[in-house]
């Protein structure tokens, strides 16, 4: 069991499942969020929690400027701040009232996870990305074959764009034309991904999961991350692409770790459907929102000298050394997002997927692509890409 009492640290965060890698009866470990049924539901009245009732959803740096916020931080000796994503308005926040704030710096963050400046800091690693270039949108051309278009910064695939057209090309041109845009080859097939440690000793490679992406209802974006799962990974990958998939990420880590990265980042990599070739496709740089459930399944199968991947990712931080990560085979989650024309949620079906032995989380979001319902369970739902298996269709048929 982790002991942070002698290095207390405050959560802060919009949603507290992000908070919940760790056992809220971790000594030392305290957690600020918004108020939500949910929440309320599992925090049992300890005094190691604060959830603000605002008329709105607030983010972390609101929730840090938040008075009630700032007394219960300073109630605490010399407090650790952790955030499930930095920015440098979290940075200055912390700086002015003199808080240690664990996570890398931001301006490291946007450098490796942003997707221009991500070309370029790869370096010799550019090697694993598909065919990929640079350029000034307007100056962008169409020659009959699709390709991927990014912005620099997007979430959960927001800013990925599949150009299937000329027209679809110049409304895009026409909108931003002098923004710079990321071109890269499409490649048709599976993502796989993984959340990894950037320890003090070691670079910690996560459990490789299937990615389950872009699949209504649960979203109506082609490439919106919708979820995750563990136990399908070794009927779609063999050996070779596996050893392959893990040399990519200790690479990326170690270039990471040069440049002063610590604790947790995530890779993504497609393998394309007609050579089972593995391309690496994104780089998260922060905790992915995976991590959380993954640490979760983790506890089942745990053992003397191993630890859960937010165990690790908080060791990292602290600067403490961590040996090996808690291996799972099994496990899945699929996140429901805000759109249009979506499924009814009401009691009787959030107790039907209860009945069916699926944890569920509602949220109070309201933001377009952001969480609604997260369903996790312990097997897997999945049977190959983009198609559910006998427990994924239980779960349509519920939300149909």
């Given at each position: ?317 602290l600067d403490l050394p961590v040996e090996k990560l808690i291996k799972i085979e099994d496990g899945t989650q699929i996140i429901l997002?805000?759109?249009?024309q979506l499924p009814i949620i009401n009691c009787q079906l959030l107790e039907m997927l209860q009945k069916e032995n699926f944890k ?41």
């Amino acid at each position: 069991m982790l002991d942070l009492s002698q290095d207390p640290t405050i959560y802060i965060t919009r949603d507290i499942e992000r908070a919940m890698g760790l056992n809220f009866n971790t000594r030392g470990y305290y957690i600020i969020s918004n108020y939500s049924d949910f929440a309320k539901s599992i925090i049992k009245n300890k005094n190691s929690i604060l959830l603000l009732k605002e008329k709105e959803q607030l983010d972390t740096w609101q929730l840090l400027k938040n008075r009630k916020v700032v007394k219960f931080i300073n109630k605490i000796d010399s407090p650790n701040i952790l955030v499930f994503k930095n920015t440098t308005q979290i940075e200055q926040i912390c700086k002015e009232n003199n808080w240690n704030l664990l996570n890398p710096s931001a301006k490291l963050a946007n450098k490796i996870e942003e997707k221009i400046s991500q070309v370029e800091w790869l370096g010799e690693l550019k090697k694993y990305l598909p065919p990929t270039k640079v350029k000034i949108c307007k100056d962008v051309r169409y020659k009959d074959e699709s390709f991927i278009l990014q912005f620099n910064r997007s979430h959960t695939g927001s800013g990925t764009i599949l150009i299937e057209s000329k027209k679809q090309l110049g409304e895009i041109q026409k909108k931003f034309p002098q923004r710079n845009v990321r071109i890269t080859k499409y490649i048709e097939g599976p993502v796989f991904t993984s959340n990894n440690i950037v320890a003090k000793n070691k670079i910690l490679i996560g459990n490789i999961n299937y990615q389950i992406t872009g699949l209504r209802p649960f979203t109506n974006q082609k490439f919106a991350t919708i979820g995750n799962d563990w136990g399908v990974v070794k009927k779609m990958l063999d050996g070779k692409q596996i050893k392959q998939f893990k040399k990519i990420v200790n690479e990326a880590g170690e270039k990471m770790q040069q440049d002063g990265w610590k604790g947790l980042f995530g890779i993504d990599i497609v393998v394309e459907k007609s050579t089972g070739k593995l391309y690496l496709i994104e780089i998260n740089a922060r905790q992915p929102a995976s991590a959380t459930f993954e640490s979760q399944l983790q506890l089942d199968n745990w053992t003397i000298g191993q630890y859960t991947t937010f165990q690790a990712h908080l060791m990292a931080l602290l600067d403490l050394p961590v040996e090996k990560l808690i291996k799972i085979e099994d496990g899945t989650q699929i996140i429901l997002r805000n759109q249009y024309q979506l499924p009814i949620i009401n009691c009787q079906l959030l107790e039907m997927l209860q009945k069916e032995n699926f944890k569920v989380i509602q949220y109070n979001n309201t933001k377009p692509g952001s969480d609604l319902l997260r369903i996790q369970g312990k097997t897997s739902i999945i049977k190959s890409h983009n198609k559910f298996n006998e427990t994924g269709k239980k779960i349509l048929s519920l939300m149909s």
